[in-house]
Nanobody
């Protein structure tokens, strides 16, 4: 089992920045690829970013590419999502997820999920 706890969400003005953290406990963190998804009110879950087990390979949705950066610190069992140049359309609950064998953009390939953290971007 892997437990995931997100933090770092909040209210920010458009153009601002936030850094989300996802702390993992349980089985070996480095055995998992990690991803971030988000869900805005009334919308489906949307892939945001993912990072491979080694941390070498990253993936981003077109909507956040160039603005968001995913990274991981295996010594701290934590994955981060640095979000810059935030837009009102980035408002959503952000979830981190862990996958032993991942298809990065496929929500169903992730084995464990956190409870989410709210990000609200005001215009």
């Amino acid at each position: 089992q892997v437990q995931l706890v997100e933090s770092g969400g909040g209210l920010v003005q458009a153009g601002g920045s936030l850094r989300l953290s996802c702390a993992a406990s349980g089985r070996s963190f480095s055995s998992y690829a990690m991803g971030w998804f988000r869900q805005a009110p009334g919308k489906e879950h949307e892939f945001v970013a993912a990072i491979s087990k080694s941390g070498v390979t990253t993936y981003y949705s077109d909507s956040v590419k160039g603005r968001f950066t995913i990274s991981r610190d295996d010594a701290k069992n934590t994955v981060y999502l640095q979000m810059n140049s935030l837009k009102p359309e980035d408002t959503a609950i952000y979830y981190c997820a862990a996958a032993a064998i991942v298809v990065p953009l496929r929500r169903g390939s992730y084995d464990y999920w956190g409870q989410g953290t709210q990000v609200t971007v005001s215009s």
